[in-house]
T-cell receptor, first 113, second 112 residues
Framework: AQSVTQLGSHVSVSEGALVLLRCNYS??????LFWYVQYPNQGLQLLLK??????LVKGINGFEAEFKKSETSFHLTKPSAHMSDAAEYFC???????????FGTGTRLTVIP | DTAVSQTPKYLVTQMGNDKSIKCEQN?????MYWYKQDSKKFLKIMFS???????INETVPNRFSPKSPDKAHLNLHINSLELGDSAVYFC???????????FGQGTRLTVV
């Protein structure tokens, strides 16, 4: 079985500051891991995904995440927050790919000017 | 040129009614899904269709029934709507063997 825990339902950062959104997963098999972003009143957009290739994954909009098997983590980072990054971020895990995604409960990112 | 489109975007209806949400994808993907996002933003898969065959049903009440007239469409029919059905419903699709799911804009269903 797979599951995801996102620590912190709300995260606030100042514009230009580091963004760090935490995600820990549980999986009995090597996982596929994803970060999705949801802007207000919009659908989910894929930021990046880990599929057993490089452990440091670069995504869109300057985001990246590092897969750490020993810590069962897949934290999302961005060096410098922009106002447009304010959104809800979801971490997801799957053992087989897109056909069986398990989502975390989301982290709302607020960027303070 | 929307990839995954859902209609309607908003739906307000009374308890006991029957309603449908339509979904279409123009990506040529083999698999389509319906997800439910509750008031706490928790997302959970409801159904998955691959080449018109249901392959996942996550213990969803049988008042919910997916209908796929062809590979590009997966509609969601809901009978006898209940207050607890209020949520945002997302349609998604993915190509065969791929790990990425493409989501629609969501349909916010409110049952009053």
């Amino acid at each position: 079985a797979q599951s995801v825990t996102q620590l912190g339902s709300h995260v606030s950062v100042s514009e230009g500051a580091l963004v760090l959104l935490r995600c820990n997963y549980s999986s009995s098999v090597p996982p596929y891991l994803f970060w999705y972003v949801q802007y207000p009143n919009q659908g989910l957009q894929l930021l990046l995904k880990y599929t057993s290739a490089a452990t440091l994954v670069k995504g869109i909009n300057g985001f990246e995440a590092e897969f750490k098997k020993s810590e069962t983590s897949f934290h999302l980072t961005k060096p410098s927050a922009h106002m447009s990054d304010a959104a809800e971020y979801f971490c997801a895990v799957s053992s087989t790919g897109a056909n069986n995604l398990f989502f975390g409960t989301g982290t709302r990112l607020t960027v303070i000017p | 040129d929307t990839a995954v489109s859902q209609t309607p975007k908003y739906l307000v209806t009374q308890m006991g009614n029957d309603k449908s949400i339509k979904c279409e994808q123009n990506l040529g993907h083999d698999t389509m899904y319906w997800y439910k996002q509750d008031s706490k933003k928790f997302l959970k898969i409801m159904f998955s269709y691959n080449n018109k065959e249901l392959i996942i049903n996550e213990t969803v009440p049988n008042r919910f029934s997916p209908k796929s007239p062809d590979k590009a469409h997966l509609n969601l029919h809901i009978n006898s709507l209940e207050l607890g059905d209020s949520a945002v419903y997302f349609c998604a699709s993915s190509p065969a063997g791929d790990t990425e799911a493409f989501f629609g804009q969501g349909t916010r269903l409110t049952v009053v």
